[in-house]
């Protein structure tokens, strides 16, 4: 029997829906664990249910095909998530992937589609994001030294989680791409708001990211004076404040944002001085002018900071990836699908990052936004209606299928 889309739709949020499960909501499923894993095997048995055929690279990644083609359309997202995440980040991609492959089949249209669930898409648990894409399109900026010694939220470095599975930091570039899509969340509220049903992405923002850690002095909180202190946590509060003072500034000239999103405060007990400190920032903008400034700016207030307080600082750039421009062509072509189909669309850049990134510098790439409910994402939160992936999958079924 054959299920409606809307149907399969729920089916597939339905077999992903427990993995990785919160008592308190969402979900967190970090890139490179076990709970990733389970994602991925699900995906393949999903597509292996409609008779594809599946493998996996060096890095992890999962791909799905029916019918075997050097020159393929890749369409992609991610399968992890971030720490108390939603179900629908990356998943909806995924999800509008097989939905396409099912499309395909039902029609009996020998179209030329590779669906991917790429790896460790969020910066959650490494500091580094799109890892799987940005590996097998060799987009990543960090050296393989660099990467082998990130340290995951276990302890464990990625050399060492490499290692074990048997996977590659320098794994052969993908071939074949003849284009790259990806239907994603919007997260934010532009398209609710705006009662728009879907959007089709212009440019991504490139994210640059670093990690501070600040080292004073643990001392008696009850015998140190006020004025003999080294307390890291003061100066990382007036560091905090300083990303946010650039953010903004930069925000007004560039739509750029700046967060602290990582603090850790040590040894955080009630009658010592804070001892250690560490910060993680994220700076992103459209703008590589923009993103010096922040990152200019953000290094010589901390310095400062940390000088007036006897502080010592250890700087170290986890990662950066470079704004990217969508091709202008698929951007057209997925405007004119709506079009076809009367459901509304309109033109608009992604403050937040996707596989896309990696792909946009090597193959034509085109991306398809959905509204979230709110705007709300990296949230238990999250959520999207499943008529919306519907939608956003129509649109890249009408492209796929005028497409030369
Ligand atoms: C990915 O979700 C990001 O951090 O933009
Ligand atoms: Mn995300
Ligand atoms: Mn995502």
Partial sequence: MELSDLTYIQRLFDVFYGVGALPGGGVTRLGYTELEDEMHRRFSDLAKELGCTVDTDLAGNTYAWLIPAHEYVLIGSHLDSVIQGGRYDGVAGVMAGLLLLKRAKEANLPLPLKVAAFRCEESSNFGCCTMGSGLVTHQLKEGPEKLAGLTGKNGETLGEVFARRGLSLTPPRITGVKEYLELHIEQGKVLEETGVRVGVVSTIAGPRRWKLQLKGLAEHSGA???????????????????????????????????????????????????????????????????????????????????????????????????????????????????????????????????????????????????????????????????????????????????MK
């Fill in 224 to 402: 140190t004076p006020m004025s003999m202190r080294q307390d890291a946590l003061c100066a990382a509060a007036e560091i905090v404040l300083a990303v946010e003072r650039i953010g903004q500034r930069e925000a007004a000239l560039c739509e750029s944002v700046a967060t602290v999103g990582v603090i850790q405060n040590t040894p955080n007990a009630l009658n010592v001085v804070p001892g250690a400190a560490e910060l993680g920032i994220d700076l992103r903008g459209s703008h590589t002018d923009s993103l010096d400034r922040m990152e200019h700016d953000t290094l010589t207030a901390a310095r400062k900071i940390c000088a007036r307080r006897h502080i010592d600082l250890i700087e170290s750039k986890l990662s950066e990836m470079d704004p990217v421009s969508m091709d202008e062509g698929i951007q057209r072509g997925l405007m004119a699908a709506a079009e076809r189909l009367s459901i509304s669309c309109r033109n608009m850049p992604s403050g937040a990052g996707h596989d896309a990134m990696a792909f946009a510098p090597l193959f034509p790439t085109g991306m398809v936004f959905i509204p979230c409910k709110q705007g709300i994402s990296h949230n238990p939160l999250e959520s999207a209606s499943l008529q919306s992936i519907l939608d956003g999958t129509d649109v890249l079924w009408a492209y796929l299928k005028d």
